[in-house]
């Protein structure tokens, strides 16, 4: 029974507190650290933990779909709207909605810019997920372990994507989570270029992403701090948006 506790001990500390070491945890349980990472393995075992790309541990699978499936496509768009006009008049160009299902990208929502040259919104459209600028800024909130099973039937092919194998898609992702937001240079499609962050729910893993959209021939890489910073504040939104819906339900 001791361990059956201080595993839930463990479950409920990683839901307060988002991912954790070892050490935290042997410290918030009060035992040596090999105990604690003993009891971390047993829930990863079950899918009630996880690790993520710096070997912390966080809620697994298990736990976590339950909880992302109050996220449905009608709430985030209601959570998102506000954000994406705000986004869109701050960087004059379109701005779009994406989930990630499986492999995929679909894009689910979006403002177009008014300018006359200009990127089209994709609503309803699918995609592989690393060639998309939101994508990469999901898949980069994955574990290798997670990217692995993502794409356990291997890379599918992109014609202008210079990513074909998992070692790549590993490389890229370490990138992406250094910069903190992923891109998009002509990769997608030719003539765009794409910025994109991440939308995450109270557990820190993500639910959506937000993008930008700009035509090549207009893209200046200086504007890019900014727009990073427009979106990111988007995502911020969305997400407390997300959790007001979801204590009003």
Do not use: C
Not at 136 to 155: K, T
Not at 177 to 192: D, K, L, Q, T
């Amino acid at each position: 029974m001791e361990s059956v506790d201080r595993a839930l001990l463990l479950i409920l500390l990683m839901k307060e507190s988002g991912p954790i070491s070892v050490k935290s945890a042997s410290e918030h349980l009060g035992v040596a650290p090999s105990t604690a990472h003993r009891l971390l393995n047993a829930l990863i075992h079950r899918g009630f933990a996880a690790q993520d790309h710096e070997r912390r541990y966080r809620l697994g699978p298990a736990l976590v779909e339950r909880h992302s499936e109050r996220y449905t496509v009608q709430a985030l768009r209601q959570a998102a709207r506000s954000a994406l006009m705000v986004l869109s008049q701050k960087v004059g160009e379109t701005v779009q909605l994406m989930v990630l299902t499986e492999g995929n990208i679909q894009f689910i929502d979006g403002i177009e810019s008014t300018k006359t040259l200009r990127v089209g919104m994709r609503v309803g459209d699918k995609m592989p997920a690393f060639v998309s600028a939101g994508g990469n800024a999901i898949l980069a909130l994955f574990s290798n372990a997670e990217l692995e099973d993502l794409y356990r039937q291997g890379i599918p092919a992109w014609p202008t994507s210079r990513i074909d194998s998992l070692k790549t898609l590993k490389r890229e992702m370490t990138k992406v989570r250094r910069a903190e937001f992923g891109s998009n240079f002509e990769e997608m499609e030719e003539g765009v270029v794409g910025l994109g962050v991440a939308v995450t729910n109270p557990d820190g893993r993500p639910v959506a992403a937000i993008t930008t959209a700009t035509p090549s021939i207009r893209f200046d890489r200086n504007n890019i701090p900014s727009h990073v910073v427009a979106l990111q504040t988007a995502a911020a939104a969305i997400s407390e948006e997300l959790q007001e819906l979801q204590q009003a339900q």
